[in-house]
């Protein structure tokens, strides 16, 4: 892995621990799919989501499309606020 990779990666993962969430209450479990378009910065985008769904205790699975869009799925307990 080249050096500036690591140091992009690094620095995703470091902005994605510094996203705050509300505290909230899991409850039923519920599977999600999500599309994000328009402009958005790729470098590192799916590292982000990844890190940030990790933190939420969700689970699934992210990935580019052809369209330069990004789908993910997510599964995890229903936000009740």
């Known amino acids: 892995m080249s050096i500036f990779k690591k140091l992009r990666n690094e620095y995703v993962i470091w902005h994605a621990n510094r996203v705050k969430f509300p505290e909230f209450i899991p ?12 402009r958005m910065q790729k470098v590192g985008f799916r590292l ?4 940030i769904a990790r933190r939420m205790k969700l689970t699934g699975w992210v990935r580019n499309l052809k369209d330069g869009s990004v789908e ?3 599964q ?3 936000v009740a606020y």
């Open 48 to 51: 982000e989501i990844y890190c």
């Open 72 to 74: 993910a799925e997510l």
């Open 76 to 78: 995890g307990g229903k």
């Open 27 to 38: 409850s039923s479990i519920v599977r999600k799919k999500v599309a994000f378009s328009g």
